[in-house]
């Protein structure tokens, strides 16, 4: 039997589990649903191989900003033997690497469909039981349906008049070629420096003739002090790794950074400028934890974003070009913060030229050049940076009903509406791990995985025993929490952007903030805390046929 026919069991003949994507996400539920709780599972992947985001996003550069030993799973003390992380900041393939080994020790591909994607999930209430289509034609039948499709993997692709006329290359960093791409000596145009644009700019910027990098927003970015582990260092993170996976654990952001817990303004200016210089040199993403009111309080937030723009301008020689650089139209941190290698010091390179597209708009492509409202830009190589449709793109492309036919599209076309982001009122036995209204995007998200799946596997299993399978939202928890979400956010100075947060990132979205804003500790015992109390907020029932 191939992977691609045991998608096609009959709906008679249902799974306890239907996975949507085989990323960290899809993998740690598969592992531990089927080998932990004994559940059948079946895992649907839209790419060829697994890895999720780790499979598609192949673009040069492209590497975690969290320390790699606090990205990867922590469920295992035999995967922690039998790995060494080369790298403070694993790169791509090396990700990779690490997501086939997990795959390989616990026998975990012959669960797994590649290359099916999902196109129509439908809940048979007669039945209870969720149909899953696939774009082959496949369908498979389970009694509960995870979207492990992660909360940054519906590509987002600009509609630009005209790039279909182009006739050199067109690349997405989301979705970059298997083959290698070959760039040396040619004339290349980056849009976007978020996350991605700002990986890719430095790591190509050397061997192309020409780069341009076309800006609509500066994002602030701090070093972030790659380097290479060497094996005193693996000893030390081997010696210390219970420790700081229980640290992992407990805290709000699921870093090892120490967070601060002084505020920004009760320290003289010249103490707040050492701590400053000193988070600098040495904490990467973490820097954002350098005081504790960064992220609440505006004259706090100032000095951190005086302090970075003031570090632009000495990275960057062309005064015009740092000021351009420099963000000032919202707070630091209110977009997700990046860390690079050598982003800004790029713009010092003679074949680099930033190009302010907020004041002259890409307007379109012809067959050789990218045209601003102003300018012409002849290009061998388009490279889109810009992103994906954040937290709800891979939720909505699909077309999942629950009750009644009711589309997701219809229940959340105001906004996602998630109980604890993890299920959906009328929506049954379907859950969602780091969606929207958990706080997946403002940790770090394996954390945050790992927690979604011990939470689900428990509230199935202890439902499956009590004979009441059925779990569903109940519309009141639901309602409760959205509030509770926006609530949280009030209280900070998120909403002063217009972050993929918020739904900014794509025209006419929905302007909602949707992760929870708590903090991953809080989060956690807001979780523990409804499963003590009867898993509250969930109706419980048998199915129809009463089992
Ligand atoms: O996407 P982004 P990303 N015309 O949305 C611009 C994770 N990640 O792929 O800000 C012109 O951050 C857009 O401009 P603006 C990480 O969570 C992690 O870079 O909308 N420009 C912005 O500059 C990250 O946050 C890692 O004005 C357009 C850029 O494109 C998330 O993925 C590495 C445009 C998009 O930035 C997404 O990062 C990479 C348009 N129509 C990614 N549309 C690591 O772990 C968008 N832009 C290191």
Wanted: proline content about 6%; charged content about 25%.
């Amino acid at each position: 039997m191939t992977q691609r026919d045991r998608t096609t069991s009959s709906p008679d003949s249902p799974v306890d589990v239907i996975v949507v994507g085989a990323g960290f996400a899809g993998l740690a539920l598969l592992r531990s649903f089927r080998d932990e709780r004994g559940l059948t599972v079946t895992v649907i992947e839209a790419g060829d191989d697994i890895g999720g985001v780790w499979y598609w996003n192949r673009y040069p550069g492209a590497r975690c900003d969290v320390d790699s030993t606090d990205y990867s799973y922590s469920f295992s003390p035999e995967l922690d033997a039998t790995w060494d992380w080369t790298e403070r900041y694993a790169a791509q393939p090396e990700i990779l690497s690490y997501i086939h080994r997990v795959a390989e020790l616990y026998d975990l591909r012959r669960d797994i469909t590649l290359g099916v994607r999902v196109t129509e999930a439908v809940y048979d209430e007669q039945a209870d039981l969720w149909v899953v289509r696939g774009d082959d034609g496949s369908v498979v039948s389970g009694r509960y349906l995870v979207m492990a499709t992660g909360c940054l993997s519906a590509v987002k692709r600009p509609d630009l008049p005209g790039v279909e006329d182009f006739t050199g290359t067109v690349l997405h960093t989301a979705d970059w070629p298997k083959d290698k791409v070959d760039l040396v000596g040619k004339r290349v145009g980056v849009i976007g420096t978020g996350s991605s644009g700002i990986q890719v700019i430095p790591e190509i910027a050397p061997v192309v003739a020409e780069l341009v990098v076309f800006q609509r927003t500066p994002t602030f970015s701090v070093p972030a002090h790659h380097y290479v582990l060497t094996d005193a260092d693996r000893a030390a993170i081997r010696t210390e790794l219970p420790a700081r996976r229980e640290r992992l654990r407990r805290s709000s952001t699921g870093l090892s950074v120490p967070a601060n817990p002084r505020s920004a303004l009760e320290v003289t200016d010249e103490e707040r400028q050492a701590y400053y210089e000193e988070q600098w040199n040495s904490a990467g993403f973490g820097f954002l934890l350098a005081y504790s009111d960064l992220l609440i309080d505006q004259a706090a937030n100032d000095t951190a974003a005086d302090f970075i723009r003031g570090k632009i301008a000495e990275r960057v020689d062309d005064p015009a070009t740092a000021a351009l650089l420099s963000p000032r139209t919202y707070p630091y941190g209110a977009k997700r913060p990046c860390v690079d290698t050598g982003f800004y010091e790029t713009f010092n390179r003679p074949n680099v030229t930033l190009v302010d597209i907020s004041a002259s708009p890409l307007v379109k492509v012809t067959e050789t050049s990218l045209h601003t409202t102003t300018s012409e830009y002849g290009l061998d190589v388009i490279v889109f940076a810009t992103g994906f449709d954040a937290m709800t793109g891979s939720l909505l492309r699909p077309d999942i009903r629950g009750r009644g036919g009711q589309p997701l599209r219809q229940h959340w076309a105001s906004g996602p509406l998630t109980y604890l982001g993890l299920a959906s009122a009328g929506f049954p036995n379907m859950f969602v791990v780091a969606g929207p209204g958990s706080p997946s995007l403002l940790g770090n998200v394996m954390v945050s995985i790992e927690q979604h799946v011990e939470f689900l596997a428990d509230l199935i299993m202890s439902s499956r025993a009590a004979k009441t399978p059925v779990i569903e939202a109940e519309p009141e928890a639901e309602a409760a929490w959205v509030a509770h979400v926006n609530r949280l956010a009030q209280g900070t100075l998120y909403l002063a952007a217009a972050s993929y947060y918020l739904g900014a990132e794509v025209p006419g979205k929905p302007r909602v903030f949707m992760p929870y804003a708590g903090g991953l500790r809080r989060y956690r015992r807001e979780c523990e805390e409804v499963a003590a109390d009867g898993y509250r907020g969930f109706r419980r029932t048998s199915t129809a046929e009463g089992n």
